[in-house]
């Protein structure tokens, strides 16, 4: 009976650590040469980036907002990493990771070109493949926003 | 007294021997006749006094309640109406939408497809109606996860409600699965509903379902469906972001789904059985 319950009660722990959702996270890379704000039109967090850095955003779905260090604003639509890779092309853009225990991530790796073109990264790359077809709808241009 | 009684009670069952009443008219068994014409008139053919084109074995017309529905574990069920019956009374009484209803509705042979939802119809046409329950385990732990949140006994139940339920474990790898299923099930008219145990995307809102995995199963944006559902028990986090995409918002809708984020504890009431109670969505 103790065994029992020191099985349910470990399950019980394993599951409510799980949760039951997966994160959509954005590697975003700033490949200008000044300072950029990029901001989630889904859930409207914001970070810097300093030039040549990457860093992490979550994101699954809507625009990304960047702002150049001169305050010009640009809007690049339909950012939705769990779209990426479900066409027929057979690239893996999207690196998905797994736990046993917590929540699953799938993270696409993104960089902004000094003419605000925006280009999908393969899983771990910090420079874009020329070999490998960028994903559908990639690279994507920045649409300039009125102040 | 007693042989008064006796007298009138002869007289009560040979009366009914001789003449059996129906909800509507009068029928005699030893001639074999209908007393009175079909209340229904001219819709039920030329001849007033046939019941239903005289074919009582396929047909049947209780008259004045409502669709008979046979959900016989196969992929679509048989619905009857009674006279005056819409289609908009059958959407409702099985949670599908009326205004849809040429998506879902199938005529049986020599039965044609109503010109409107909310047309009266005779009481003679046969439909069939999808009975399908994509029931589709996406979740963590395999066999383990599955007996901790009553799987296995919830698909039995749904079996059990006449539903035919093809369970489905998603495998490694296999992109969009969901929407596949969605689209040959509900073009072919037999999608129903979904029992669902997997992931939702976060950040919320969630934009669709996903295996543990982490393989992308449907996006609510695009799901698929011809139609909209009548049954969804999706147990997946910030389910209830794809309510309006997945379900028909009809009045026999049974939907259960999350906002946030979902805990699973062991055997919470996750059984299919406290969702769907006897009499929803007319079974037998």
Avoid at chain 2, 68 to 85: H, I, L, W, Y
Avoid at chain 2, 90 to 115: C, D, F, H, I, N
Avoid at chain 2, 219 to 236: C, E, I, Q, T
Wanted: aromatic letters at 12%; charged letters at 20%; proline letters at 5%.
């Amino acid at each position: 009976m103790r065994w029992i319950t020191l099985a349910l009660v470990y399950a019980s722990l394993a599951f409510l650590s799980t949760g039951c959702y997966t994160m959509s996270t954005l590697r975003f890379g700033n490949g200008t040469a000044a300072d950029v704000k990029v901001k989630s039109s889904q859930t409207g967090q914001e970070i810097e980036i300093a030039p040549g850095r990457f860093k992490k955003l979550p994101h699954a779905a809507g625009d990304i907002i960047v702002t150049t260090k001169a305050g010009e604003k640009f809007k690049f639509t339909s950012i939705e990493p769990p779209r990426v890779d479900t066409d027929s092309t057979g690239t893996n853009y999207l690196d998905k990771r797994s736990s046993l225990f917590g929540p699953g991530y799938i993270t696409l790796g993104l960089k902004l070109g000094t003419n605000m073109e925006l280009f999908a990264l393969m899983p771990g790359k910090k420079s874009v493949d020329t070999k490998i077809p960028q994903p559908s709808g990639y690279p994507k241009r920045g649409e300039k926003m009125a102040d | 007294m007693k042989g008064n009684l006796k007298i009138v009670l002869i007289a009560i069952a040979a009366t009914l021997t001789l003449t059996q009443a129906q909800a509507m008219r009068w029928y005699s068994p030893s001639t074999a006749h209908w007393l009175s014409r079909d209340p229904i008139d001219e819709e039920g053919g030329e001849n007033l006094y046939l019941f239903c084109g005289n074919d009582s074995i396929d047909n049947w017309d209780l008259l004045g309640e409502k669709w008979k529905v046979d959900r016989n574990g196969g992929a679509k069920a048989s619905a009857q109406p009674e006279k005056g019956d819409t289609v908009a009374d059958l959407a409702g009484l099985v949670g599908l939408s009326y205004a849809e209803y040429e998506r879902w509705l199938t005529p049986s042979s020599g039965t044609t497809m109503p010109q409107f939802w909310g047309q009266p119809l005779t009481g003679c046409e046969h439909f069939e109606i999808p009975n399908t329950v994509v029931a589709y385990w996406a979740g963590w732990g395999g066999g383990f996860g599955r007996w901790y949140v009553t799987w296995n006994s919830s698909v039995k139940y749904l079996r059990a409600r006449g539903f035919n339920v093809d369970n489905r474990f998603h495998k490694k790898g296999d992109k969009l699965a969901l929407e596949k299923i969605f689209v040959a099930k509900s073009i072919g008219k037999e999608l129903h509903g979904l029992y669902f145990w997997g992931h939702g995307y976060a950040p919320y809102p969630s934009t669709g379902l996903v295996s543990d995995s982490n393989d992308e199963l449907l996006f609510y944006s695009s799901p698929g469906l011809y139609y909209h559902m009548a049954l969804g028990l999706v147990f997946a986090c910030d389910s209830n972001s794809g309510r309006t995409a997945l379900m028909s918002g009809g009045a026999g809708e049974i939907w259960h789904g999350y906002t946030g984020t979902l805990y699973p504890v062991p055997f919470r009431a996750y059984h299919a059985k406290h969702f769907i109670k006897p009499g929803q969505q007319q079974t037998h």
